[in-house]
């Protein structure tokens, strides 16, 4: 165990779930301007695998760097931290 190499790790929310096995995870970083001094706001959409479909949208996610599993898969969903609410409404609802 001392010799194992401690794996990247990133935090994210879920925003899309739709494929088989495959969540689409948005990681939010904050920087500041060094010029400017305005905070900048960057997010990146990373696919994610998902074992046994359970992250749903709005779900905080932990997720750890793999072996390419696909062409944009690089990415394993480890743990869900917290369950996001999300209302999800059907266009015929609305009108």
Known sequence: MENQKKQKSIVGEVVSHKMDK?????????????????????????????????AGIGNVVRMIAVRP?????????VEIISKGEVAEVKPQEIA
């Open 22 to 54: 495959t969540a689409i995870i948005a990681v939010e970083s904050v920087s500041h301007h060094p010029l400017y001094h305005k905070t900048i706001r960057r997010v990146v959409k990373y696919k994610a695998h998902d074992e046994k479909n359970e």
């Open 69 to 77: 599993l696909s062409r944009e898969k690089r990415w394993k969903i």
